[in-house]
């Protein structure tokens, strides 16, 4: 037997001296711990050459046995001690009833050192015999030690027979202290990880069919009782209510009602009873049964708080941190890193760790109450992982050039948190007081030089310092069953190689690693490489929301004989074979799941299945072996050896939601973290110059070029963000060109993808702008303008720039009547205005005539179409011909199974299946995406005919799962089979499969086509596996694939996908956006004019040409009303279709009752019916509707009456005639401007003027005047408040109003305060005015229905009821027939309410709105309206959002030269209660407009908003600032309000823009950050451009 010694030097000083040789002056290699046991291999005087055994240091070396009079170690005899001891750690004597059983109660490497194996002795505690003794595994490679308080206090909790509940922070150290605690005496323990899908079978009995008979087998906790077993549950607080206290018996009395009939009873009463009464089995309960619970304490962390009863059955302890000085001597002697290097980096997460939680630290050190409240007043930090520095150190040890920051990073990847800007600070700031980096790591500084395999299960990997050749760095690491490959690592580019190197020196680390980044960044690629790097076979679990334990452990099923059976996942498969198992997406895994079941497999190579099976560690298995265990019977025992190669990789996304991100406290114990970037742009050249070798390299320049702007732009305009190219993206137009090397320009419209098609008209046009400068600058010349779109373009922007130089001359002609008469002036002005809406008729006659002609000349040309004017379809010689593009058709074995379909081959349909052929013939999957009724289908049906390819087809719904679109389970004879679903079909039998309605699946389910697209992997529910073939070994054949359960993907195999484009009115979720960059993505779009009055004159050839013009005239008004967001529902060509058939079939009904199935489902809502009615009405059908009378402002009790037709004169208004009273004055007569008794003509001293009924022009003491002085009236200077009573409008000029003293400016803003609040009453007075109120809400009613179903939807998606499993009624779970044939209860499933009991409030919105309620708002009303649009948009905004308040809090303030607040609307969280407060308050708004003081307050209001806003935690923060874009008057420069507006880069702040003078509008957004202002240039549209920016910010999808 080996000779060991335990060191018993060195224990002040961190342990004893390690040399590389026995000579005292060779190199020293770190520490051997103090109390460490280690094994004599040779023994030279004074030298000892040792291996270590138990403890911390080098693995091996030469140590002195004593120093001058001080002996260094100890000679203990031939035993190994129990590398868990501690020379302070010892165990009180616990239960006198325990019984010695066998002197080996540990593995011999386990056994405890003599002062704790003389007490274990001394009660008899031995059971070395016995294999569930807990083997305590390393935590990140180091065996630590419990500490001796809590071992001294849960002893004494056994003694008293108390279970135990021992809370602490997330990680597997509470955990290992249990299985420390368990090991040292001995003890059996029975584990079971707690999980939301934990239920009664997991923890009482599971049924089981054995031969023909049902068996109930024990769960954990009854094997615990029955047996005398710890009982560990851990994860207490991931469990669903009243699951726990199945076991409140148990725990209090040890007794428990079983599944199977029989009944534990507690112990000590087994002497007076019956073995069976009334045929019932009573068990005994063991004395030595404990339970110890484990869980995170809440609410500090997210979970369900405990049931009282439960609660109250357990004695409950904290568990403390490790001090960070005793921490630091773990590490340095475990590691052997750099000392000092390690101490910054316990000084930095010690101050993390403190931060908001002071009580949370444990350094010890003693703080004063102002240093703990400050530290209590700190923000709370992400958790740094408990102990998490060990693989940091180790890191750091076998990389010594590795910056320690950059180490850091691995274990607590900041740079991925979701922080506030006091949370980043905190955390930069103690990473800056340790000298460490806090900007986001780069490098590390090494490259990767080769790998050579070394044994069966382990390679040596060579690094070199970066651009050095030399080796900087050897380590040995697993590797997998496959042969070595480096071929794959050359053709990344630099910086993936970089990547790469990093997750290399985590795997050589010891560590488990999770990839994250954006989608299309290249996680796949990098998890490849790694694979066939180290010869790894992958096994790939996709993650989806809904996933439980069992997807991710064991599946069950039936064999031949109907028997229950277990299989498998390919995780767990992977974990016995020495694979690579990948979790592809665990960012969609329900919160906690991924602990909870994976956690002890990760973390501690070990986990209890359903089964009963446990998988162990390879090292425990290997002891087992080598005390005598024979495989056969720890097989037969319920236990296999997990592969020492296993290797976990997830991957994952980067957090959005920051109040539950997926990278929470506990995910960060499992893994070291890499986040994977986009490539460079030099990076994306290289290789898609490596991989594609097109012929031109230029326009992949240009592209790249445009990604990098495009990403730039993207951060300030979330409208660009779908449009954000990945690499996949740069890869397929690298592709694209190599094939078709003169077909630039399509390329690049590839690159941009369908989703270009959907883009408000102001994002498509910077899109185009910023890729037509990157390919220009590339030497590149592309055309992807549609020339018709551009040529309106241009006409719309003559229009606007004609309607603002009316309107500008309107104003400054008003000024010039200032002083004299002038009718040729007054002529003008009229003339102008009604120019205005003379020209919007002719701009809508002029489109309406466009489509006519179009349509007309199209009827005209019919039959005659050339193929100069189309490509056409052409087969013949097996083989199709659109143009240049050529493609084989197939020989279907099933002919029945290729469709047929009536097609018409329209010229713009005949342009997509060209299109269609180029990708196919790239061996691209498709996706044609567009609105409804417009042929996507019908495409998808003639590609597949025309080239005789047999389809499947699969149609996704709200209720679509994994399960079903992979496999059908079905009962047959008892025995459970799975049917093969189109999916799995086509992929055996290459065919296509036509996914239909994508867009109406959960996001995780449709992703599955994302893996079989992009990877060509999946694992099916019944454990096969679907993969590429380039993936399977050359040398596998038949029986090898069935083997390995292995589905080679037919070669034939393709997937046509089918979605409706993203946003209202679909509602469905953003398939593009979580998949569209793996398929070749088609915009389909409503036919053009020529196309569908070819497609209409096919489906009716009888119909009149005249009728077909007036349709599609109509349908042409109605898209475009659609366009502009006046009208919701997309009109398409499968309603127009459906009219004409209906008109060829009965040609003698009237028009009218064709259409009005189309207008049906709209005719119940009054503003549409009333809408819709003037379009059709502007067709000649149907009829139109009344408008509503405008709404004037100012007092209703001073209004120049109706038929008031008197010249405009100056006038005294002394002695009028015939003056009325109340609303009609009467006629005033008139008089002369020449008046010589007139005497009204001077400059008055602000004051309340006289109401005669009568019009004034310039100066005089009567309200109601325009351009006098101080009176109320409009267009004048000092005057009190305005009054628009429907005078003729004259402006003074600035320096004109600055031409009177201050005191009267002052006067009369004295004057407007005073009577402001007597305006106010009386509007309170008035009460509510139903018609008045309904006239604000009619113009708007369109936009709030549609915008309140969009929130409502958004609103329902989160809060959508799902299927909540594990029900006793409701509907079949296809997943649980097995558990339905042996009887299980709870096999249903049914929709409920997403619970959330325990988890953190969710944060509202908050919104801030900022109103221009400044006086030209007023005093320009009359001109453009915008004082109503904006009450209008006012009335828009509050009604969206009621019944919202909860998700969505606003508030909103009017700015104006009264201040820049100078009006609150209304206040944070409290709306105005139904229509009488809405009314009101629009009401204040015209009020204050009226009364405002001159002057701007625009910069300070938005400043004040955005401080305002931020006052309160939210989800998210948005201010929207709305002003008359009246800078220049006051200098206001718009870089200035920019810098304003952009200040926090928390807040999303908008400038919505109104003004007749478009120039200077569009001059202002251009100031401002891209997507961050918005310009209403007709202000009708005030509301649906609200409207527009809620969608495109506030609610973009996040799915």
Not at 102 to 116: C, I, N, T
Not at 313 to 335: D, I, N
Not at 874 to 891: L, N, P, W, Y
């Amino acid at each position: 037997m080996p000779q060991l010694w335990e060191v018993v030097g060195g224990k002040d000083t961190g342990g004893i001296i390690v040399r590389e040789s026995e000579k005292l002056d060779s190199p020293t290699q770190g520490r051997l711990s103090y109390a460490a046991v280690i094994e004599e291999l040779d023994l030279k005087g004074s030298r000892l050459y040792f291996k270590l055994s138990k403890g911390t240091g080098p693995k091996r070396g030469w140590v002195s046995i004593s120093l001058k009079d001080k002996t260094l170690l100890s000679r203990i005899g031939t035993e190994t001690p129990n590398i868990l001891a501690h020379e302070e750690t010892h165990v009180a004597t616990i239960s006198p009833s325990r019984k010695a059983e066998d002197d080996r109660s540990l593995p011999p490497e386990r056994l405890p050192p003599p002062s704790v194996k003389r007490g274990l002795d001394n009660r008899g505690g031995g059971r070395w015999g016995r294999l569930r003794v807990p083997w305590v595994a390393p935590l990140r490679g180091t065996h630590l030690l419990a500490d001796r308080r809590l071992l001294d206090w849960m002893a004494e909790k056994v003694h008293l027979r108390q279970d135990m509940f021992l809370m602490g922070d997330p990680g597997p150290h509470v955990r290992h202290a249990v299985l420390q605690f368990a090991a040292l005496e001995g003890w059996e323990v029975e584990y079971v990880g707690i999980t939301r899908d934990t239920n009664e079978s997991d923890l009482k009995q599971r049924r089981e069919i054995i031969d023909g008979n049902l068996q109930f087998c024990n769960a954990p906790a009854v094997e615990a009782a029955l047996h005398g077993r710890l009982l560990v549950l851990e994860g207490i607080e991931k469990a669903e209510r009243n699951v726990l206290p199945l076991l409140n018996n148990l725990l209090e009395n040890r007794e428990m009602a079983l599944e199977d009939g029989s009944f534990l009873m507690a112990p000590g009463r087994e002497a007076g009873a019956s073995d069976d009464i009334s045929g019932r089995r009573l068990l005994t309960t063991s004395r030595d049964f404990i339970t110890v619970a484990i869980g995170l304490p809440v609410p500090k962390y997210p979970g369900s708080s405990l049931d009282p009863p439960l609660r109250s059955r357990f004695a409950g302890k904290s568990f403390p941190p490790m001090p960070p000085a005793y921490e630091l001597e773990v590490l340095q002697t475990a590691s052997g890193a750099d000392k000092q290097i390690l101490k910054r980096l316990v000084g930095c997460v010690g101050i993390w760790h403190a931060s908001g939680d002071p009580t949370g630290a444990a350094d010890g050190q003693k703080r004063s109450k102002n240093e703990f409240e400050a530290l209590l007043k700190a923000p709370r930090l992400p958790r740094f992982p408990e102990l998490g520095l060990l693989s940091v150190a180790r890191l750091l040890a076998l990389f010594p050039n590795i910056p320690a920051s950059n180490a850091l990073h691995s274990a607590f990847p900041w740079s991925l948190f979701r922080l506030g800007d006091i949370e980043q600070t905190t955390l930069h700031s103690a990473l800056k007081s340790f000298k460490l980096d806090p900007s986001p790591p780069t490098g590390r500084g090494y490259d990767f030089r080769d790998a050579a395999q070394q044994s069966p299960a382990e390679a040596r990997l060579d690094f070199t310092l970066m651009n050095q050749k030399v080796s900087a760095a050897s380590v040995n690491c697993g590797m997998g069953t496959w042969p070595l490959s480096c071929d794959s690592v050359s053709k990344l580019a630099p910086s993936q190689r970089e990547t790469l190197v990093q997750i290399l020196q985590d795997h050589c680390a010891g560590m488990d690693m999770c990839l994250v980044g954006s989608r299309g960044v290249g996680k796949t690629v990098l998890v490849r490489t790694f694979a066939q790097l180290l010869g790894y076979r992958v096994h790939t679990l996709f993650c989806f929301k809904d996933m439980t334990a069992r997807d991710l452990t064991m599946r069950r099923s039936t064999d031949e004989r109907g028997n229950t059976t277990w299989h498998l996942s390919s995780l767990l498969e992977a974990a016995l074979g020495g694979g690579l198992a990948v979790l592809d997406g665990v960012h969609r895994l329900p919160s906690g799941a991924l602990v909870g079941i994976l956690g002890r497999l990760i973390c501690d190579r070990a986990i209890s299945l359903a089964d009963g099976t446990q998988l162990v560690p390879q090292d425990q298995w290997k002891a087992w072996l080598e005390a005598g265990k024979t495989e056969q019977y720890l097989r037969a025992s319920g236990f296999r050896p997990i592969h020492r190669s296993f290797r976990v990789i997830a991957t994952a996304e980067p957090p959005e939601d920051k109040e539950k991100p997926w990278l929470s406290d506990e995910v960060m114990t499992l893994f070291h973290f890499t986040e994977v970037r986009a490539l460079l742009p030099d990076d994306q050249l290289k290789l898609v110059e490596n991989v594609c070798q097109p012929r031109d390299m230029k326009p992949i320049r240009g592209l790249a070029g445009y990604m990098h702007t495009l990403l730039e732009a993207s951060h300030a305009d979330p409208t660009l963000q779908p449009m954000l190219l990945s690499t996949r993206q740069l890869l397929h137009a690298g592709k694209h060109l190599a094939q078709r090397p003169g077909d630039v320009t399509e390329a690049v419209r590839r690159a941009l993808s369908a989703y270009f098609r959907f883009l408000p008209a102001m994002t498509r046009d910077s899109v185009t702008r910023m890729l037509h400068t990157a390919m220009r600058k590339a030497g590149v010349v592309i055309d992807l303008e549609d020339k018709a779109e551009l040529a309106e373009q241009r006409y719309q922007a003559m229009m606007a720039e004609d309607r603002s130089r009316i309107l500008n001359g309107l104003e400054y002609s008003a000024i010039s009547l200032r002083h004299s008469r002038n009718a040729p002036v007054e002529e003008e002005i009229q003339n102008a205005v009604e120019e205005l809406a003379e020209e919007k008729k002719r701009y809508l006659g002029r489109l309406k005539d466009k489509v006519t002609n179009e349509a007309s000349g199209a009827i005209r040309n019919s039959g005659r179409r050339t193929t100069t004017q189309a490509d056409k379809i052409v087969e013949s010689g097996g083989e199709v011909t659109i143009g240049d593009v050529r493609v084989a058709k197939r020989k279907p074995g099933h002919p029945e199974l290729v469709p047929e379909t009536h097609f018409v081959d329209i010229p713009q349909h005949v342009a997509a299946l060209k299109a269609m052929l180029i990708d196919w013939n790239l061996g691209r999957h498709l996706l044609l995406i567009g609105n409804q009724g417009v042929g996507k289908n019908k495409l998808a049906d003639r590609f597949l005919s025309m080239l005789c390819i047999e389809r499947e087809y699969m149609q996704l719904h709200c209720d679509t799962t994994v399960q079903s679109l992979t496999l059908q389970p079905m009962l047959q004879g008892g025995v459970v089979v799975s049917q093969d679903s189109p999916l799995v079909t086509a992929v055996r039998h290459g065919r296509v499969l036509v996914v239909d309605e994508a867009d109406k699946a959960p996001l995780e389910v449709v992703c599955i086509l994302k893996s079989l697209a992009e990877d060509g992997e999946f694992t099916l529910g019944d454990g096969r596996t679907i993969v590429h073939p380039r993936q399977v070994p050359a040398e596998f054949k038949g029986e090898d694939l069935e083997k390995h359960m292995l589905i080679p993907m037919s070669e034939g195999f393709r997937m046509i996908v089918l979605a409706n484009r993203p946003g209202y009115p679909f509602l469905g979720n953003d398939f593009y956006r979580e998949c569209g960059d793996v398929f070749a993505s088609h915009a389909i779009e409503t036919p053009d004019v020529t196309s569908e009055v070819e497609l209409l004159q096919s489906y009716g050839p009888h119909v009149s040409g005249d009728v077909i013009v007036q349709l599609l005239g109509l349908f042409s008004e109605l898209r475009r009303m659609v366009d502009q967001g006046t009208l919701a529902y997309p009109y398409s060509t499968r309603e127009l279709v459906r009219i004409v058939q209906h008109l060829e079939a009965f040609p003698h009904d009237d028009l009218e009752e064709a259409f009005s199935n189309v207008f049906a489902f709209d005719w119940h809502d009054r503003k549409l019916r009333e809408t819709l009615s003037d379009v059709l009405l502007g067709f000649g059908l149907g009829m139109g509707s009344g408008k509503a009378l405008p709404f004037k402002h100012g007092n209703p009790n001073n209004m120049l009456p109706d038929d008031f037709k008197s010249a405009k004169h100056w006038d005294s208004g002394e002695n009028a005639e015939h003056d009325g009273e109340g609303d009609n004055p009467g006629n005033v007569g008139t008089k002369d401007y020449d008046d010589a008794e007139d005497k009204s003509g001077k400059r008055n001293r602000p004051k309340s003027g006289n109401w005669d009924g009568r019009q004034h022009l310039g100066e005089g003491p009567w309200d109601g005047g325009s351009g006098g002085t101080g009176t109320a009236g409009i267009g004048g200077r000092a005057g009190p408040y305005r009054l628009d009573v429907g005078q003729e409008l004259v402006l003074l000029t600035e320096e004109q109003k600055k031409d009177v003293p201050d005191e009267w400016h002052d006067a009369a803003k004295k004057m407007a305060d005073e009577a402001y609040p007597h305006r106010l009453k009386e509007l309170e007075m008035n009460g509510h005015d139903e018609n008045e109120y309904t006239t604000f809400r009619d113009a708007v009613q369109e936009q709030i229905a549609a915008m309140r179903i969009v929130l409502q939807s958004h609103e329902a998606r989160e809060r959508e009821r799902t299927w909540q499993k594990q029900q006793t009624h409701g509907e079949l779970d296809e997943t649980r027939i097995v558990d339905g044939i042996v009887g299980s209860r709870n096999i249903y499933r049914r929709r409920g309410d997403v619970d959330n009991t325990g988890g953190e409030q969710e944060l509202p919105k908050r919104i801030k709105f900022v109103m221009d309620c400044s006086g030209s708002m007023y005093t320009f009303n009359r001109l453009d309206q915008r004082l109503r649009r904006l009450q209008e948009a006012t009335i828009f905004i509050m009604e969206s959002f009621l019944g919202l308040e909860h998700k969505y809090q606003y508030a909103i303030v009017g700015h104006s030269g009264s201040g820049p607040e100078a009006e609150l609307f209304v206040p944070w969280g409290k709306p105005p209660k139904g229509p009488k407060e809405q009314l009101a308050l629009v009401k204040r708004m015209a009020a204050h407009a009226q009364y405002a003081h001159a002057g701007d307050s625009t910069l300070e209001a938005t400043n004040m908003a955005i401080k305002d806003v931020i006052k309160k935690p939210a989800d998210e923060y948005y201010v929207f600032v709305v002003s008359d874009a009246d800078l220049a008057r006051y200098g206001i420069q718009p870089a200035h309000w920019d810098r304003i507006l952009m200040q926090d880069r928390r807040v999303n702040a908008y400038a919505l823009l109104i003004s007749s003078n478009t120039e200077e509008a569009e001059s202002i957004r251009k100031g401002l950050t891209a997507g961050h202002g918005f310009v209403c240039d007709d202000n009708d549209r005030l509301a649906i451009t609200f409207k527009q920016i809620f969608q495109a910010t506030m609610l973009k999808n996040r799915s």
